[in-house]
């Protein structure tokens, strides 16, 4: 029987000029290759989720963020070979430090600037496209 982990995942949803930022996910990820996400990620150990957002956007997107407030919360299920983990994600509005330049980490392929009108447009998951919507609603 896999034992069952829980873990906390944060994402960052960053709105400039009235369009949002998603990433692609590399082709050769072996969990949803070629998916479109936010810059997201799993929290560090006695990191709060604030800095934990914060820093994956930096790490994933090359952009220097700072959360406004939490827009988003959900759960899902990863499971692993030896392991079922229980993630809760918690995303948050976040804004740039200065114009925002995107230099893609390896982990991602592409990226794209989205309307609130074109979140359908692109393959995410029913989750991030929530969240999208709830952060446009909240500007």
Same mark, same amino acid.
């Given at each position: 029987?896999?034992?069952?982990?829980?873990?906390?995942? @944060? %994402? %960052?949803? #960053?709105? $400039?000029?009235?369009?949002?930022?998603?990433?692609?996910? *590399?082709?050769?990820?072996? =969990? #949803? !290759?070629?998916?479109?996400?936010? !810059?997201?990620?799993?929290? &560090? !150990? $006695?990191?709060?989720?604030?800095? *934990?957002?914060?820093?994956? $956007?930096? /790490? &994933?997107? %090359?952009?220097?963020?700072?959360?406004?407030? !939490?827009?988003?919360? $959900?759960? =899902?299920?990863?499971?692993?070979?030896?392991?079922?983990?229980?993630? @809760?994600?918690?995303?948050?509005?976040?804004? *740039?430090?200065?114009?925002?330049?995107?230099?893609?980490?390896? /982990?991602?392929?592409? =990226?794209?600037?989205?309307?609130?009108? &074109?979140?359908?447009? =692109?393959?995410?998951?029913?989750?991030?496209? /929530?969240? #999208?919507?709830? *952060?446009? %609603?909240?500007?």
């Amino acid at each position: 029987m896999k034992k069952l982990v829980k873990k906390q995942a @944060t %994402g %960052g949803i #960053l709105i $400039f000029d009235n369009r949002a930022l998603i990433i692609q996910r *590399a082709k050769d990820e072996k =969990y #949803l !290759p070629s998916f479109w996400e936010i !810059p997201s990620g799993k929290k &560090e !150990p $006695f990191e709060s989720l604030k800095a *934990a957002a914060e820093r994956e $956007f930096k /790490e &994933e997107t %090359g952009i220097a963020v700072r959360v406004v407030k !939490p827009v988003h919360v $959900f759960k =899902y299920l990863v499971e692993k070979e030896t392991d079922i983990r229980d993630v @809760t994600q918690t995303d948050f509005l976040v804004k *740039a430090k200065g114009k925002p330049k995107v230099t893609l980490s390896a /982990e991602h392929q592409n =990226y794209a600037w989205l309307s609130k009108e &074109e979140i359908d447009n =692109y393959d995410l998951s029913k989750e991030i496209k /929530e969240a #999208l919507k709830k *952060a446009f %609603g909240s500007l």
